[in-house]
């Protein structure tokens, strides 16, 4: 038996992290012509909503109507990583030179 797959299966399955990215995948708000209206629930929402907004991760094609686009998603989380990079290397670092003047004495 042949399995046929329907369009959008991989955005349908489209795995997000936090609170309002699920909602939108949920409604299939991902394109400008499927914005949805979205209001936050809460003052940590907002906040989230705000940052989502300043990277491009939610776009309003129209007045008080809100879509999710998964590609500046996935671009801000890859820049969040590269930040963190250098930090996490300096960490190491640190960690191993501790661990080797514990060995030394």
């Known amino acids: ?3 046929e797959h329907a369009r959008g299966t991989v955005r349908d399955r ?3 992290k936090g609170s ?3 909602r ?3 409604a299939r708000a991902v394109t400008a012509d499927d914005a949805i209206p979205f209001a936050p629930a809460d003052a940590r929402e907002a ?3 705000a940052s989502m907004i300043a990277d491009g991760s939610i776009r309003m094609p129209a007045k008080g109507r809100f879509y999710f686009d998964m590609d500046a998603y996935e671009a801000a989380a890859a820049a969040r990583r590269a930040k963190s990079v250098p930090v996490m290397l300096i960490v190491a ?3 191993a030179v501790v661990a080797v003047l514990f060995y030394r004495i």
């Open 24 to 26: 939108f995948v949920e």
């Open 20 to 22: 309002i990215a699920p």
């Open 14 to 16: 489209y795995l997000v």
């Open 1 to 3: 038996m042949v399995r």
């Open 47 to 49: 906040r989230a909503f």
């Open 93 to 95: 670092l640190l960690v």
